[in-house]
């Protein structure tokens, strides 16, 4: 049997590849700041399109509209074609579990100690479900929410209360699918 020589310089090669992050590690992304509408573009972005067909596929529920006409009022990240709303219903339980699961997962603390990993890496920017909101820019923490559009809840519709639909927005980088999330999931041109 013959027996392998390895040179100082060799062993320390081995070393460094046994030793680095696999590819997948990419480093994670901050958590994200309000970047709000700034142009109307409704085409639906790439990574948009697939985190919201993903999560369907995963969670359940409906696939709902991403983009938003520019003569609509208001301002809103649906406009920009990186905003989508997934059909869950507040008042089904099977659709708040839906819900929670979801949050759980996209919250979820990874194994190296970084909080909401999967959320920054997927570019979220905040989520609106359920009259609460859960922005990144003050670490995914619940806050009520009221739309701008209401007055008080008891005045406000279903839709802008966010009960018949969870609302996902994401940065410009997660609409294009330019995050660490989907590195090797989207093609990227």
Not at 43 to 60: E, N, W
Not at 158 to 184: A, E, F, I, P, Q
Request: charged share 25%.
């Amino acid at each position: 049997m013959s027996r392998i020589r390895t040179t100082p310089a060799l062993a320390l090669l081995i070393l460094l590849a046994l030793v680095s992050a696999p590819a997948s590690a990419t480093p994670l992304e901050d958590y994200a700041s309000y970047q709000p509408q700034t142009k109307c573009s409704p085409r639906a972005k790439p990574g948009t399109t697939y985190l919201g067909k993903r999560l369907v596929k995963r969670f359940g529920g409906g696939f709902g509209p991403i983009s938003r006409s520019c003569d609509s009022g208001g301002t809103s990240e649906h406009k920009e074609g990186r905003a989508f709303d997934w059909f869950l219903d507040a008042s089904k339980k099977s659709d708040r579990k839906r819900a929670h699961a979801f949050m759980d997962w996209v919250f979820e603390t990874d194994r190296r100690g970084n909080t909401d990993a999967r959320a920054r890496r997927m570019g979220i920017m905040y989520v609106i479900w359920n009259d609460h909101m859960y922005p990144a820019w003050s670490g995914f923490e619940k806050e009520s929410y009221l739309s701008s559009g209401c007055k008080s809840r008891k005045k406000c519709s279903t839709t802008l209360r966010h009960r018949d639909h969870l609302h996902v927005s994401l940065t410009r980088k997660g609409g294009k699918g330019r995050t660490s999330w989907y590195d090797g999931r989207l093609p990227q041109g």
